[in-house]
């Protein structure tokens, strides 16, 4: 038999093995334009075996929306894989594709570029550690910044990317500016207090714990152990 028959027979066992594949996972497929989802799915199986089908995926249809909860888990492995590996650049890369198609898809959903902001900043804060990568690092520490402003444009009261901000400012040594954050935050926990969005006690809620601690480290550093 000939080479040439031989890989025309291999790719249509892969081709039937492929679509067997995704429909395994619950994506039907058909050929049609489906340009939001398919970059997503394509990072998602970049990693695997299933790479080298990607011709026929090109143009799938996933004919139920993408299950974004599920994505969103799999951008986060992808994250948590490469900073266990010291910011290993090819999953950094694939977690960041991931959050970005994710942000297209539903950009009224503000958790994806925070991770965006957090993957930036977190892997530029490892100078001279990260293998394959330049010696300065990624350098992408205003790049994260800029996205949390933006996000905190649209969203001025979320607690959880005030303190990003803030722990952001004092890693890049800018304390005063960390300190005005901090403050923010502790006032608008105790108007949530006041209003009765916390109904605990404020000496029982876990971010205005960390709000006092991370205060005191700032204005009197000499009694932080």
Not at 72 to 92: I, P
Not at 112 to 138: C, H, R, W
Not at 168 to 179: I, M, R
């Amino acid at each position: 038999m000939s080479t040439l028959l031989h890989r025309l027979l291999r790719a249509a066992r892969h081709k039937k093995w492929f679509l067997a594949t995704c429909r395994a996972n619950g994506l039907s497929l058909d050929y049609a334009e489906n340009e939001a989802g398919t970059g997503i799915f394509k990072e998602v199986f970049v990693q695997r075996v299933y790479a080298d089908f990607f011709p026929f995926f090109e143009k799938a249809n996933l004919y139920k929306k993408a299950d974004e909860d599920l994505l969103f888990e799999t951008g986060l492995a992808f994250a948590n894989a490469s900073r266990d590996r010291g910011w290993d650049k090819e999953r950094r890369r694939i977690a960041l594709s991931i959050f970005t198609n994710l942000t297209r898809l539903n950009p009224e959903d503000m958790r994806y570029p925070y991770q965006i902001a957090l993957i930036y900043f977190d892997s530029s804060m490892n100078d001279g550690k990260i293998e394959g990568v330049d010696p300065e690092g990624y350098n992408d520490q205003n790049k994260a910044m800029l996205i949390l402003g933006d996000i905190l444009k649209r969203e001025p009261k979320s607690v959880p990317v005030k303190f990003a901000k803030a722990n952001f400012l004092y890693q890049l040594g800018k304390t005063k500016e960390s300190e005005l954050e901090y403050k923010s935050i502790k006032s608008l926990l105790e108007d949530f207090k006041k209003n009765g969005v916390i109904t605990e006690d404020l000496k029982e809620n876990q971010s205005y714990k960390n709000v006092l601690k991370n205060l005191e480290k700032l204005q009197h550093p000499a009694n932080v152990p």
